[in-house]
């Protein structure tokens, strides 16, 4: 189907009401076509039998249902993870990714096709930047992801859920850490975070959306001035300006201590915390020194760090952080600097579902 065509995806509540009444419908319609798509997760216009004739009739010639297609899925062997290859309406793909947590589902979304940050030891940077995804493109994720939830708890055989069941496990978490970077493709972004936090549609929480960052300073002070609702994860992974641009190419167009004037002017503004995420490399910054060095530069600001032991990638020769070597950081943080941390769980492993492994080879 054409990629021209209004993606309903794409359109915030009130978006969609004003495009019905543009198309000369009662905007009346507007509240049942937006449950359509985000309660009953409805996968085609031919699912949606309360809507009139003539409406669906409109829709399926000016717009489309935006509904990603998988290309492949792959379980992980502990269970808990399922990445999904996902193609678009221009056959790129992109990989999304189901995590299971006690007593939470979250999905790993991503924002564009590649990166265009570059930092080494990411196999997204890896692959290089083809485009920003569309609004729509983002919400699809999260919607394949909750409809993926709710077609598990269907009995064996089941034909069809019962419209409007929304019984069994549901999306609850949405991490914007998938490939590409957020504040690269500011505006869409923040738009399909509208679109997720709707109360009328998946209703997920501010508290609930999580957004990583490798250091766009211009995107956090955005956000700040903005002071959108959600969490703020930071990719530091080194206390220095030459050690960070040795990982991260983005850290010479703003160094870092521009990027940690604007994490603290984000900090007073907004009263929020913000994560700081530490990608954990044997013998390159995951020593004692190293430790004391990110508990100086984070002294006095409202934080918390997510250590993350390195995960493999076909681009990257470096190795993980032994777990005694991890644990030993994580105790000097916390005892010398009382500055929180926590080591990532590692998930998915061996399926390159992990923090830094999604990438698409091929199509």
């Excluded at 990629?3 to 049942?32: K, M």
């Excluded at 717009?63 to 492949?72: C, F, W």
């Excluded at 994720?141 to 419209?163: E, F, K, N, W």
């Excluded at 960070?244 to 521009?258: G, H, I, M, Q, T």
Aim: proline fraction near 5%; include cysteine; aromatic fraction near 6%.
């Amino acid at each position: 189907m054409s990629a021209t065509l209004l993606n309903l995806y794409d359109l915030t509540h009130e978006e969609l009401r004003v495009q019905l009444v543009r198309w000369g419908f009662n905007p009346f319609h507007t509240a049942r076509l937006w449950n359509y798509l985000y309660i009953e997760l409805a996968d085609s216009f031919d699912a949606m039998p309360e809507l009139p004739a003539k409406v669906r009739a409109r829709l399926a010639t000016d717009a489309r249902l935006g509904v990603l297609a998988t290309a492949l899925e792959t379980d992980s062997s502990d269970g808990f993870t399922r990445k999904y290859l996902l193609s678009l309406a221009d056959q790129e793909r992109i990989e999304t990714v189901l995590m299971r947590y006690t007593g939470r589902v979250t999905a790993c979304i991503s924002s564009q096709v590649g990166c265009a940050m570059g930092c080494v030891f990411c196999a997204t940077g890896q692959m290089g930047y083809t485009r920003h995804l569309t609004p729509g493109e983002i919400v699809a994720q999260a919607v394949h992801v909750a409809r993926a939830l709710r077609q598990s708890t269907q009995p064996p055989h089941s034909q069809c859920h019962v419209i409007g069941d929304t019984s069994g496990p549901r999306l609850r978490n949405v991490v914007l850490m998938g490939m590409g970077e957020p504040l690269h493709n500011y505006d869409a972004v923040m738009q399909a975070v509208d679109i997720l936090r709707d109360e009328r549609g998946l209703a997920l929480g501010s508290e609930r959306i999580t957004l990583s960052t490798v250091g766009v300073v211009p995107g956090i002070l955005r956000l700040t001035k903005e002071k959108r609702p959600l969490h703020l994860a930071v990719s530091l992974h080194a206390a220095t300006q030459a050690g960070r641009a040795a990982l991260v190419p983005a850290a010479k167009k703003w160094p870092l201590d521009e990027l940690m004037a604007a994490c603290r002017t984000y900090s007073e503004t907004t009263g929020r915390r913000i994560f700081y995420e530490w990608t954990l490399i044997e013998g390159q910054n995951d020593s004692a020194d190293h430790a004391r060095a990110v508990g100086r530069l984070l002294h006095g600001l409202p934080a918390q760090v997510n250590l993350i032991p390195l995960n493999p990638t076909a681009g990257y020769a470096g190795s993980p952080t032994r777990t005694d070597a991890a644990r030993h950081f994580q105790h000097i943080l916390q005892e010398e600097f009382k500055l929180p941390s926590t080591v990532r769980q590692r998930r998915g492993i061996d399926i390159a579902a992990g923090c830094g492994q999604l990438a698409v080879a091929e199509k």
